[in-house]
């Protein structure tokens, strides 16, 4: 997917949306039917707890429910990153939302909790993007409406590399051939390194973190991350260490900086950091990232979406404005055009993808990617994940201290 940043849009502004009518908007959970059968009466009143980035959306699909349904929508500003653990808290007193904004990977936290409710999609699950359901699923059950799918991609400055890499080694070779500072960049923590955008190269090797259910769930009970697989990323990581290819100081910051002022061909990193590339008049585009070790490199996708909590008093007209209006093409749309992250469902994806570049770079890369584990026991993965990976890549032996951090996961877990 080419781009010249010359003769593209802004990021995320793509499909033209007059207004929100969503009047005429019915469907399963609605309050009419195709045969003009009254569905239950809703009445009262909900509440929803959403960020200021969202909350220009929700107050026009607000208006639009309550002249449709005479139910009346609060709508609360929260700071977004508060908002799971405020959830948490007050859910139980009675006193938090109906509805909520959030990320997928707080479901595991909300759901052992038990301040989550299940979403009714009904037909409606199959009209939003399979890797956006799977993600906000719990125990074979749906949580959440999805709005928005996010995930990394390999961006390459077509000036320094004409041609996409064809593995991790052609894109080395490549960027040898370029002749530039840095042959590809990507943000680390000094300490901490970034599981999160070298996974794509650990699945390469074959090794994930969790294994898989019958029904596609992640299992906690098959940790995957020290097979075989793992420990050979672990040597990868530490020959890249030495190389110099992978630099703990480089963090992301420093990365952006070094790719925009023309330092390196390839840059590993998320739809966040387009506006600055086109900014900087680079000519790019969004590739597959690139296999190290033979397999697939799939990345995490993360998957944003609004949550019923189980304590809501209102729950029939809560699911109804979550399905039919949150659910909407407009809707979602609408997200999309403020936010920036692909869209969730497939007809407001697939528009997305037609018109604009950029999202269908990253959709392609992101329909191989996997939802970031949600379950409690990957917060015992991140606890001895990142320092690990930091370590091999500062020289430390990667057999003895993957070997370890997989012991050490399993221990947490159990």
Request: glycine share 10%.
């Amino acid at each position: 997917m080419k781009v010249n940043n010359k003769s593209i849009a802004t990021f995320g502004a793509i499909v033209a949306v007059s207004s929100l009518a969503l009047v005429g908007c019915a469907g399963e959970g609605s309050t009419t039917t195709d045969d003009d059968t009254a569905a239950p009466e809703m009445t009262g009143s909900i509440t929803v707890w959403v960020d200021a980035d969202r909350a220009g959306v929700l107050e026009e699909a607000a208006a639009d429910f309550t002249a449709q349904t005479g139910v009346d929508v609060e709508l609360i500003q929260k700071e977004f990153g508060e908002i799971r653990d405020q959830f948490v808290q007050q859910v139980p007193t009675g006193e938090g939302p109906d509805i909520a904004v959030g990320a997928h990977d707080w479901l595991g936290v909300l759901a052992t909790n038990g301040v989550v409710a299940p979403v009714e999609l009904g037909d409606k699950s199959s009209d939003f993007e399979q890797v956006a359901v799977d993600a906000w699923a719990y125990d074979g059950q749906t949580y959440a409406v999805p709005y928005a799918i996010e995930n990394i991609a390999l961006i390459r400055n077509t000036d320094l590399a004409p041609e996409a890499a064809a593995d991790y080694d052609d894109m080395i070779a490549m960027a040898q051939a370029a002749g530039t500072e840095y042959e590809f960049l990507v943000g680390l923590d000094p300490e901490q390194a970034d599981p999160y955008h070298l996974y794509p190269f650990q699945t390469s090797f074959g090794a994930p973190v969790f294994g898989n259910n019958a029904d596609g769930s992640y299992n906690a009970d098959d940790l995957q991350i020290g097979n075989d697989g793992g420990e050979a990323f672990a040597t990868w990581l530490g020959e890249q260490g030495a190389a110099g290819v992978l630099n703990t100081n480089i963090t992301g910051e420093l990365a952006l900086e070094n790719f925009t002022s023309g330092g390196a061909p390839f840059y590993l990193t998320g739809p966040w950091n387009v506006p600055a590339i086109e900014e900087a008049g680079i000519n790019f585009s969004v590739d597959a990232i690139p296999s190290a070790g033979g397999q697939d490199a799939q990345p995490f996708a993360g998957v944003q979406g609004f949550f019923l909590s189980s304590e809501s008093e209102n729950r029939l007209a809560a699911n109804e404005f979550l399905v039919n209006y949150v659910g909407s093409e407009e809707v979602q749309t609408a997200l999309y055009e403020v936010g920036g992250r692909a869209p969730a469902l497939s007809s407001a994806f697939d528009a997305a993808v037609a018109s604009d570049p950029i999202v269908a770079g990253f959709g392609e890369v992101g329909a191989n990617a996997v939802p970031m584990p949600s379950i409690p026991e990957m917060g015992a993965v991140w606890e001895f994940w990142g320092v690990t990976e930091a370590a091999i890549i500062n020289g430390g032996d990667p057999a003895t201290l993957w070997d370890q951090m997989a012991t050490d996961v399993q221990s947490a877990i159990e």
